[in-house]
C-alpha cells in the first residue's frame, strides 16, 4: 500500500471538517441576520449572544470544534504510523472506520439529533482509535 493511499482517510476527514465549516456558516451568518446580532457583538466567542442562535446553528458550530479536537491525534497517529513504517492493512480499515464514525456523529450533532446515539458514535470511534494505537504499537 502506498502512503498516499494509507493516508487517504486523513484527507477525506479534513474534507469533512471543511465541508462542516462551510455548514457553520451557512447556518450562521443568516441567524445572526435574522436575529439581528451586529458582528462587534460577537467577538467574543462566549458571548450572551450565543442564546439568540438555532440550536442546529449551534449545533453545528459545536461540531466543527469536536472534529478539530480528538482527530488532531488521529492525524498525528496516522502520520506517525506512515513515517515509522508501521502502515498495515488493519490500520488502514480502522483509520476508514473512525472517519466513517466520525462522520456519522457529525450529522447527529448538526441535525440536533439524539445525544445518546451521538455518544455512542462517539464512544465507538473513540474505541476505534484506541484499538488504531494498539495496532502501531505491535
Do not use: C
Not at 482517510?9 to 471538517?17: M, R, S
Not at 458550530?61 to 472534529?67: Q, V
Amino acid at each position: 500500500m502506498t502512503d498516499k493511499a494509507f493516508l487517504a482517510p486523513v484527507l477525506a476527514l479534513i474534507i469533512w471538517t471543511l465541508l462542516i465549516w462551510v455548514l457553520m456558516y451557512a447556518r450562521r451568518i443568516p441567524a445572526m441576520q435574522k436575529a439581528k446580532i451586529a458582528p462587534e457583538t460577537a467577538k467574543s466567542p462566549d458571548g450572551s449572544w450565543k442564546q439568540d442562535l438555532p440550536l442546529s446553528v449551534q449545533a453545528s458550530a459545536h461540531n466543527y470544534n469536536h472534529l478539530l479536537e480528538q482527530p488532531t491525534i488521529f492525524y498525528a497517529l496516522m502520520f506517525y504510523a506512515t513515517f515509522a513504517g508501521q502502515i498495515s492493512y488493519h490500520l488502514h480499515y480502522a483509520a476508514w472506520a473512525y472517519v466513517a464514525l466520525r462522520v456519522l456523529h457529525s450529522f447527529v450533532q448538526v441535525s440536533a439529533g439524539k445525544v445518546m446515539l451521538r455518544f455512542s458514535l462517539f464512544s465507538l470511534s473513540t474505541l476505534v482509535f484506541f484499538a488504531m494505537v494498539v495496532l502501531v504499537i505491535i
